[in-house]
């Protein structure tokens, strides 16, 4: 089960262009949903990691997630599709010495699951949050989610994240936590 001693939280790629290009619905979703997966992990106090493919040209991340991070906003910039194929982006995550990767983003049949797939290979426990990632395409999206099921990947729900990490009402942030998803 996921904790929050042994997480770091990936947020690949939700870009400005990148999220335009999604449905409207869809956007939105992913947007809001990302944007509490984060703020919940630093009020958790839970490692975030974020990169921006190519940004020079897809721009930066989206506005709701780099004002949750505030100061902490520091992305990686990437032209790889997995995310251990660039080097700073590896070394992060292998340095954090953190087993579960929670990961969100866009899109979910090249860099999600490019890095997932990756991140598996390494011995890596991968959840990924369904309903904080896209794909311009409904079909590439179930494509993706059933083969990181088959990969071994977990793939859940932002509110089932934040209540694993919570583990209890009794958790000292369980209040915080909880009005992010009322």
């Given at each position: 089960m996921l904790n929050t001693q042994d997480s770091i939280v990936l947020v690949i790629d939700i870009q400005e262009k990148l999220t335009k290009m999604l449905r409207e619905d869809v956007s939105a979703q992913v947007v809001e949903k990302s944007s509490k997966l984060v703020q919940a992990a630093k009020t958790l106090?839970?490692?975030?990691?974020?990169?921006?493919?190519?940004?020079?040209?897809?721009?930066q991340t989206v506005d709701e997630i780099k004002n949750v991070l505030a100061q902490d906003y520091n992305p990686y910039e990437k032209t790889a599709f997995s995310v251990l194929y660039e080097q700073p982006i590896a070394d992060k995550i292998k340095h954090s010495h953190k087993k579960q990767v929670v990961i969100c983003g866009i899109e979910s049949h090249i860099c999600v699951?490019?890095?997932?797939?990756?991140?598996?290979?390494?011995?890596?426990?991968?959840?990924?949050?369904?309903?904080?990632?896209?794909?311009?395409?409904?079909?590439?999206?179930?494509?993706?989610?059933?083969?990181?099921?088959?990969?071994?990947?977990?793939?859940?729900?932002?509110?089932?994240v934040l209540?694993?990490?919570?583990?209890?009402?009794?958790?000292?942030?369980?209040?915080?936590?909880q009005a992010l998803i009322k």
């Open positions: 106090g839970i490692d975030v990691v974020l990169t921006e493919q190519y940004p020079k040209g897809l721009g699951l490019q890095s997932a797939l990756a991140l598996i290979n390494e011995g890596h426990e991968v959840f990924v949050v369904q309903n904080a990632c896209a794909s311009r395409s409904k079909y590439e999206f179930k494509c993706a989610m059933e083969y990181l099921k088959q990969a071994g990947a977990k793939v859940l729900s932002l509110e089932m209540f694993a990490w919570l583990k209890g009402a009794k958790h000292p942030n369980f209040k915080e936590v």
